[in-house]
């Protein structure tokens, strides 16, 4: 399946909530991944890395390994107490052409990399260095909460999260988030015209079970 510009920028505008319900309520990353400039959203095939904690030569391993487009997806242990990325990484992967960073683990340099409008979404940062002499892997499933991602497939970000789309989903995820943002839509403009959220919803029956109506 050919993933183009085009599908990746709907994926992009669609957005994180929306995908995740429209697609089964599945793919969503835990809550600790956040964005460190909630502004940016990303979409991208993810190039997917295995690295130790607390060591970062694999990632610049990786950075050389990446097509224009990749998302590099990391998985460092959740490790909190280094940041194996930073300004100088970032500059190399823009060079490069990866279009953002997800790293299960910290980074550091934060307001450079924010000035430089590169996306990042982390589960915090530290000031600490890394290592540069343990081994990796790259281009591996690898799992990031409860989320198995693999190579090539789909990671969308925005200031609500992240979620996974799996290569071959793609177009069927666009699909039924497109039916989403339609159906609410309509729900909006019927608040709009004074109908409530239980009518909307059909939660009268469940409220009047529960001595609530």
Known sequence: MTITPEKLQALRDLGTATIYEAQGAKGAFDHGMKPIDPSLRIAGPALTVD???ADN?????????????????????????????????TLQAMKKGIVALVISGCVRDADLIIDLKFPVFCRGLSIKGTGKTQPGKVNVPITIGDVVIRPGDIVVGDRDGLVLVLQEEVDMAIEKSNAREAREAGQREAIEQGVSTVELLGLGDTLKRLGLA
């Open 51 to 53: 690295a130790r904690p």
């Open 57 to 89: 030569l694999i990632l610049h391993y990786a950075v050389q390994k990446a097509r224009p487009g990749d998302v590099l997806v990391v998985d460092a242990k959740g490790f909190m107490e280094a940041g194996p990325w930073g300004d100088v990484l």
